[in-house]
Nanobody, 126 residues
């Protein structure tokens, strides 16, 4: 199975930018989707963005549309989350997840993903 390892989280000022990386080790296929979730203190884990491993279809949560962009480099087995115009409410632990054949109607459901990274902390200060 795919084993995601994410990195890139750090402290950043509001309005700044940050790029997270997720290396998907193991064997991937065109049926896999990769996603970013986040969990802020005292809140439930929430969907951020997702991308298909092959085909390039992307999905984003309404809360980050226009600010965050998910992309991938298949040759490097890496998925990125480019975060712009960061806000303090974006502060959270960000997790990379992988799942086989996650359909669009379930794209925001964390239970549909079977492999998770350990998380990387993003802190946005005002």
């Amino acid at each position: 199975q795919v084993q995601p390892v994410e990195s890139g989280g750090r402290l950043v000022q509001a309005g700044g930018s940050l790029r997270l990386s997720c290396v998907a080790s193991g064997r991937t296929s065109s049926t896999y989707a990769m996603a970013w979730f986040r969990q802020a203190p005292g809140k439930e884990r929430e969907f951020v963005a997702a991308i298909s491993w092959s085909g390039g279809s992307t999905y984003s949560a309404n809360s980050v549309k226009g600010r965050f962009t998910i992309s991938r480099d298949n040759a490097k087995n890496t998925v990125y989350l480019q975060m712009n115009s960061l806000k303090p409410e974006d502060t959270a632990v960000y997790y990379c997840a992988a799942g086989p054949a996650v359909v669009a109607r379930n794209i925001e459901d964390s239970t549909k993903y079977d492999s998770w990274g350990q998380g990387t902390q993003v802190t946005v200060s005002s």
